[in-house]
């Protein structure tokens, strides 16, 4: 089968699951721009086992004119001439492009999504909208289990619905944490980091609750006899805020603040840290957590993270709380650092757990959600309507 896929910006998740299909299926993987303001990765070389186009190699493509937009995805999918197309979500021009181009040419789409019914408010007009637009795609790879219950309350139906999106390379993770752990005193000199921490990784918006995080690690702070450090990556909006509230809480010589790090330093954050803490108010999936876990560690996860009910197993890895109650996440970070609490074995349970989730996973999938639109397509007599048409055309102009 010859595949393509679409991201809006390839990142290293990204590659190391189109090294997983390229080594399964013919595969063109469709990069929409080379920069985004959202992530700020190093550019990341594809592997030598599919083909790489990106639309827009120097700019953001919501940036560019709508016509030159479609003009470049079509060009992309007409060189790559698929026999199934996968296409992030159902509300960016870009995919919206990439679905009319399907449509036109009777190629079969998949729709990859990470949306939750829990990411947002959901409004009913909204959500009759987007179910019309679900509705165009032939087959649907969710996440997880909650992304796989909204893909259905959309329309999309049980047997043409697939979940296993949400996966990064887990050996990475894994080996580069082995490899810190082996020369641990050395790194932590080089690193500037505590002999024992928490370790939160995300970007500095409202969203991550890093407000909540410090105020639920200040009381830990308060309850434990011996506490650990906090070590907090990431970046942005929010920069001075996150200080200011360290500052406020008498946290500045307890929370570590390294900023933003590229993929390859992460596996010794990791690998050094002692449990993992992700306190996010809302959180489509949670990669991080998939990070963590590969690395070995025992995870603290908020209710509100799509991943929660496939990676975290109470007690047996980790624990969830909700993240509108503060003092939930402080009792779960006492009772993870709490020396009753066998990490190791929540480590090595959070390794098997997932070994389960991996970019092999996504392949795997992927082609069995790709199988499934094109026999939808082969046996359905349907056409695109005039409705669904003219809705397609306003929602990429709005």
Same mark, same amino acid.
């Given at each position: ?28 993987a469709i990069e929409a721009s080379g920069r985004t303001a959202e992530y700020d990765w190093d550019v990341v070389e594809a592997a030598p086992n599919f083909n790489r186009l990106t639309l827009f190699p120097d700019g953001r493509h919501r940036e560019q004119p709508l016509p030159e937009l479609r003009a470049r995805m079509d060009r992309a999918l007409s060189e790559a001439n698929p026999d199934a197309v996968a296409i992030p979500g159902w509300d960016d021009p870009a995919a919206l492009s990439a679905l009319r181009w ?11 999504? @990470? ?12 959500? @009759? ?9 032939? @087959?649907? !790879? ?6 796989? +219950?909204? /893909?259905?309350? /959309? ?34 000199? =080089? ?7 928490? !370790? ?71 690998? /050094?840290?002692?449990?993992?803490? $992700?306190?996010?108010?809302? =959180? ?12 070995? !560690? ?14 975290? =197993? ?18 779960? /970070? ?17 390794? +098997? ?22 026999? $939808? ?22």
């Open positions: 089968m010859n595949l393509a896929v679409i991201f809006f910006r390839f990142g290293p998740y990204h590659l190391a699951r189109l090294r997983a299909v390229g080594a399964i299926v013919e595969l063109t399907c449509q036109d040419h009777g190629v079969p789409t998949i729709v990859m999504s @990470a949306s939750t019914a829990l990411d947002t408010e959901r409004r009913w007009w909204r959500e @009759a909208v987007k179910g019309r637009v679900v509705r165009n795609y032939d @087959a649907g !790879l969710g996440g997880g289990t909650r992304h796989a +219950e909204y /893909l259905q309350t /959309l329309g999309m139906p049980p047997g043409r619905t697939f979940t296993g999106y949400n996966v990064v390379d887990n050996s990475h993770f894994a080996e580069g944490a082995r490899s810190a752990r082996a020369d641990a005193e050395a790194l932590r000199r =080089e690193y500037e980091l505590p002999a024992r921490y928490f !370790l939160a990784v995300g970007r500095f918006i409202p969203k991550k609750n890093l407000d909540g995080l410090l105020r639920a690690y200040s009381r830990y702070r308060d309850r434990a006899d011996d506490p650990w450090a906090l070590v907090v990556l990431g970046n942005g909006p929010l920069d001075d805020d996150v200080r200011r509230w360290r500052r406020e809480l008498d946290l500045d010589e307890h929370v570590f603040l390294p900023g933003f790090k590229q993929y390859d330093e992460l596996p010794v954050y990791y690998g /050094l840290a002692d449990a993992f803490v $992700h306190a996010s108010r809302r =959180e489509q999936w949670g990669l991080v957590v998939n990070e963590a876990m590969a690395a070995g !560690l025992p995870v603290v996860v908020s209710d509100r993270c799509g991943c929660a009910p496939d990676l975290v =197993e109470e007690g047996r890895n980790g624990f969830s709380f909700s993240p509108s109650d503060d003092d939930a996440l402080t009792d779960a /970070l006492v009772r993870i650092a709490s020396p009753d609490c066998d990490r190791a074995a929540m480590g090595g349970a959070s390794r +098997e757990i997932i070994a389960d989730w991996t970019p092999e996973t996504f392949a795997r999938q992927l082609l069995r959600a790709a199988r499934a639109a094109r026999e $939808h397509v082969n046996s359905s007599s349907e056409k695109t309507s005039w409705f669904d048409t003219l809705l397609l055309e306003a929602l990429m102009r709005r």
